[in-house]
């Protein structure tokens, strides 16, 4: 179900999504003409508009963020600088990003291996839409080439993060007191991160 709604004298598009087995309501800026309400089937428009007008600043807000993110064409994000792509000649920024960070993971995770006694069994990239990095059972550590686009320290961090689950297959207090150990600083990372994405 579809509808607008004026918010400071800008038309936005509502996407109302009723589903079944959906206890609580989710609401999410998609663009900044575009929001994404997923409730259950008793949500009706009513609630929808009473939801985005409660939430009011915080979707103002989420607005600005998506603004700031897109870039013009022809530039991308390189370690959290803008740079443009017909100086570097690249064809496809996927594989751009796999190769350049094949340039930074291995440094780093030797650096921090040797520091925690923490070794992984295999490391490999991938592009993923939800994590930034993972650690499986057999202690293979995966990391997303989209950390590319941020600075430096957001991908430290990460590979403190997934250096840590070799040990802790879980987020416990043992585990951020291991992350904590080599990354004291790893909550205002992770706040700094959020504002990136």
């Not at 003409?33 to 939801?51: G, M, S």
């Not at 994590?131 to 957001?154: A, H, Q, V």
């Not at 840590?164 to 706040?191: D, Q, R, T």
Request: proline residues 2%; charged residues 30%.
């Amino acid at each position: 179900m579809n509808f607008q709604i004026s918010l400071n004298d800008s038309l936005i598009n509502v996407e109302l999504e009723n589903k079944k087995h959906i206890k609580h309501c989710y609401l999410r800026v998609l663009s900044k003409d575009l929001l994404q309400i997923k409730a259950n089937r008793y949500f009706t428009i009513y609630d929808a508009k009473e939801l985005i007008i409660r939430k009011k600043e915080w979707i103002l807000e989420n607005i600005k963020r998506v603004e700031n993110k897109i870039l013009e064409d022809g530039y991308f994000l390189y370690l959290g600088e803008k740079r443009e792509l017909e100086n570097l000649k690249i064809k496809n920024l996927d594989s751009f990003y796999k190769k350049e960070i094949d340039k930074f993971i291995p440094t780093l995770v030797e650096k921090y291996s040797n520091l925690m006694q923490l070794f992984p069994t295999k490391i490999s990239y991938r592009k993923n839409k939800r994590t930034w990095g993972s650690c499986n059972y057999k202690n293979e550590l995966n990391f997303n080439i989209l950390l590319m686009r941020y600075p430096l320290y957001i991908m430290e961090y990460i590979v403190v993060h997934e250096l840590a689950h070799i040990k802790y297959k879980n987020h416990s207090k043992s585990f951020y007191s291991l992350v904590e150990k080599f990354c004291p600083n790893y909550k205002e990372i992770e706040k700094a991160f959020k504002l990136l994405l």
